[in-house]
């Protein structure tokens, strides 16, 4: 069931129903149809003459708005919720699983799991994520729970919502903190999907070194740096392709040349994200604690100078 609560600019004391939701929450014809004949719309709790009533702001507006069938297959998957309401939800996704059904792979992905869910809560709802996670990245995706939530998060892009990455690379970066600022397209020919270059889309990723230290053990000896990341934009692959560009892929990442020897998977993790909820204005933070598989490498890295002095004592 879907719950809106009014908010009106003062100059706009009253606006019919239909109006608003339109303008506000960008209901289609087909949503507004599907509204209206669903016999689930209450304003204040009370059942109304939607073509006559208007609304004003404190109002609470609730009713069902999709009942047409979802081409996903709900499957009951485990599904790890960090953060849930009538509107939206926020699930952890591990890593190979894939967000959205494809053609060769229809079941077993996120979208199959939120809709199993829906089906064992009794809640009527499609799959609208906001935004995706490569298959082998782990971390935070939010999911909007009717198409017009997910439009409202969208079409705003990265000011409505920020995500932010934690990352394991070999070597360090010069300078430790700063703006990758470097277009990303397709790349042709090429066995890799995407690469730096001048004919691409903007692309901005800020980073932060977290940490530098050395990590060894029976078949590895090196420096690694824990990378603390933010995004402007939203290309894809765009952290993976920005530092494979710089000289230093994560780890993991055979796509892009990552070193394999550590992890089997790219190192990269979405550990925050914070949204302004596009229903009550509220700003809703959520983080993630990092995986087992990059937290181990984590623990395991020595501070380069403790290192060096045990080097030379020994």
Request: charged share 20%.
């Amino acid at each position: 069931m879907m719950e809106l609560h009014v908010i009106l600019s003062p100059d706009i004391p009253a606006l019919p129903v239909r109006t608003y939701l339109r303008q506000t929450q960008h209901i289609s014809n087909s949503q507004w149809r599907r509204i209206k004949n669903s016999g689930t719309f209450r304003l204040n709790g009370e059942a109304v003459n939607l073509t006559q009533s208007t609304v004003h702001t404190g109002d609470i507006l609730t009713f069902e708005s999709e009942k047409h069938e979802s081409p996903i297959e709900p499957q009951d998957l485990p599904l790890d919720i960090r953060y849930e309401d009538a509107a939206l939800l926020v699930i952890h996704k591990p890593a190979g699983q894939v967000v959205h059904p494809l053609r060769p792979e229809p079941t077993g992905t996120v979208g199959n799991a939120v809709l199993g869910y829906y089906r064992r809560t009794e809640q009527v709802h499609g799959f609208h994520p906001v935004h995706r996670l490569d298959r082998m990245t782990t971390g935070l995706v939010l999911i909007a729970k009717e198409p017009q939530v997910q439009h409202q998060l969208t079409k705003k892009g990265l000011k409505a919502f920020h995500r932010e990455y934690l990352a394991l690379i070999r070597g360090h970066l010069e300078p430790p903190a700063g703006t990758i600022d470097l277009p990303i397209g397709f790349a042709p020919d090429s066995f890799i999907r995407h690469m730096v270059t001048d004919t691409g889309k903007p692309a901005r990723t800020h980073y932060e070194t977290v940490r530098t230290g050395i990590f060894r053990n029976e078949s590895f000896m090196g420096e690694l740096s824990l990378l603390h990341l933010r995004l402007d934009t939203g290309r894809t692959h765009q952290i993976r392709v920005h530092l494979a560009h710089l000289g230093h892929p994560l780890l993991g990442d055979d796509l892009y040349g990552g070193d394999m020897g550590l992890i089997d998977r790219q190192a990269l993790h979405a550990c925050s994200l914070t949204f302004i909820h596009p229903m009550t204005g509220e700003t809703i933070h959520i983080a993630d604690p990092v995986p087992n598989d990059m937290q181990q490498i984590i623990d395991g890295l020595c501070d380069i100078p403790f290192f060096l002095d045990a080097a030379e004592k020994s």
